[in-house]
């Protein structure tokens, strides 16, 4: 970590002290590594929050914060503790002698010591700012610490009296993008681009799913990705109907689409783009229809996408422009505003347009204000635009008869901007023409 960086983590932690207020104390557990069979555990993925207030992905740590403590004092990361075996077995530890510097926290100890420290440390607040209902073992544990400083009452110790829950405060943090932030979520569109063109030159009737798969990942590893930030979805004619078709085993045919949703992390930030593109590289002139469709709503989503406009707005655009479309594709018949206000459209198009995008794929964030209002979108705020149309066999829909087993999706990454928006993932081929091109047909 460069000394910038640990600098934005202790501003960030700055901040969320001063929003915890006097009184308080915070603490964040790394969840558990998860065994997925005998000695082989899954791979591990640190909790967001502790990657936003500190940047440590190394499990067992645990972040602790406390804003009533002295300069020099407030904040403390546990780590594992050196230990040759261990890291001749399993890897190189940091160990909380070189975490201080390296994190640019105030004080750092081993794990180990966590039972032993835990207690004190909490007994000089009011309030514990810590989430719950995760992890049991977790919960219980806290809780014993909780009752260690209880019985310190008696003697005059001021002990935590209240659970609060931080993600009021890191979610509502983590919705506005810093510069640094912002940096990394270009990196991972611009890696997930390049990707998505790959796998369009690369696609031909014969092949499977599997292989664009491969492929996605294979453009993510080689350019040091973090990981995935979802399972890739690649889903080739009627697959592409299941909105989280993730089992990518099956032959892609001539004159069928495939639907491309994936995404890679760049230092644990997400990017999530979707592209539907011929298997041959020619739409068929009814495929052509639906996409066409699909693209305007999209575009007339993003139009929306500006300061003071709110989410509910982008989705209601790309309802209409949805729905005229159903309507222009004789699926649909009747009033627009009243197919609208009925919800016709949910047959072939049932989740909404957009997600906030961040550490998370679905990043933290709420979708409506403190008064329980639709959200106002402001400068930093980064939301995914994804609309589509889905013909399932499910659906016994006479008139959607024509169009059975296209599904299409096409989504792009869009940050907020005083002016208006960037669409982080513009550079991938979205027109009809530039999808034919970028597959060679
Ligand atoms: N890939 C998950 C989503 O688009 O929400
Ligand atoms: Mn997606
Ligand atoms: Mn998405």
Redesign the pocket.
């Known amino acids: 970590m460069t000394i910038e960086q640990a600098a934005l983590y202790v501003r960030r932690r700055e901040r969320m002290m001063e929003s915890m207020g006097q009184g308080s104390v915070g603490v964040w557990m790394s969840p558990p590594v998860r065994v997925r069979n005998h000695d082989v555990d899954y791979l591990y993925r640190q909790t967001s929050d502790i990657l936003y207030l500190s940047g440590c992905a190394e499990p067992e740590a645990v972040l602790v914060l406390c804003p009533e403590r002295p300069e020099g004092e407030r904040s403390v990361l546990f780590v594992r503790p050196r230990d040759v075996d261990r890291e001749i077995w399993f890897g190189r530890r940091l160990g909380p002698e070189r975490a201080r510097e390296h994190y640019g926290v105030d004080v750092a100890y081993s794990v180990e010591e966590l039972d032993k420290k835990l207690p004190d440390l909490l007994g000089e607040a009011e309030r514990l700012f810590l989430r719950t209902g995760l992890e049991p073992e977790q919960d219980r544990r806290a809780l014993e610490w909780l009752e260690q400083v209880k019985r310190k009452r008696r003697l005059g110790v001021v002990t935590p009296s209240q659970i609060v829950d931080p993600s009021r405060i890191t979610d509502e943090m983590r919705l506005y993008k810093d510069d640094v932030e912002l940096a990394w979520m270009r990196k991972a569109a611009s890696i997930n681009m390049a990707a998505h063109k790959a796998a369009m030159a690369a696609a031909k009737p014969g092949m499977h799913e599997y292989e664009l798969a491969a492929l996605l990942h294979y453009s993510f590893e080689r350019q040091g990705c973090t990981g995935t930030?979802?399972?890739s979805?690649v889903g080739g004619g009627e697959n592409a109907t299941i909105?989280?078709y993730t089992e990518n085993q099956d032959p892609l045919r001539d004159g069928e689409l495939v639907l491309i949703?994936?995404?890679c992390e760049w230092n644990y930030y997400a990017s999530?783009i979707?592209r539907t593109f011929p298997v041959n590289g020619r739409f068929t002139s009814m495929q052509r229809d639906v996409y066409q469709i699909v693209l305007e709503a999209l575009d007339a989503a993003i139009a929306v996408c500006k300061p003071g406009a709110l989410m509910q707005d982008v989705h209601q655009a790309a309802l209409r422009c949805l729905t005229q479309g159903l309507i222009s594709l004789k699926v649909l018949e009747g009033d627009l505003e009243k197919l609208l206000s009925s919800r016709a459209y949910e047959t072939f198009y049932m989740?909404r347009t957009s997600?906030w995008l961040g550490l998370d794929?679905?990043d933290a964030g709420g979708y409506y204000d403190a008064q329980g209002n639709h959200r106002v979108l402001q400068p930093g705020m980064v939301l995914?635009v994804?609309p589509g149309l889905y013909f399932h066999s499910y659906h016994d829909v006479q008139s959607a008869e024509p169009f059975r087993g296209i599904g299409i999706?096409i989504?792009d990454n869009i940050l907020i901007t005083p002016e208006g928006h960037e669409n982080l993932t513009l550079q991938t081929p979205r027109t009809i023409e530039q999808v034919e091109v970028a597959c060679g047909g």
Do not use: S
């Open positions: 930030a979802y399972q979805i909105l989280h949703d994936a995404g999530d979707t989740h997600h794929v679905h995914t994804e999706r989504e």
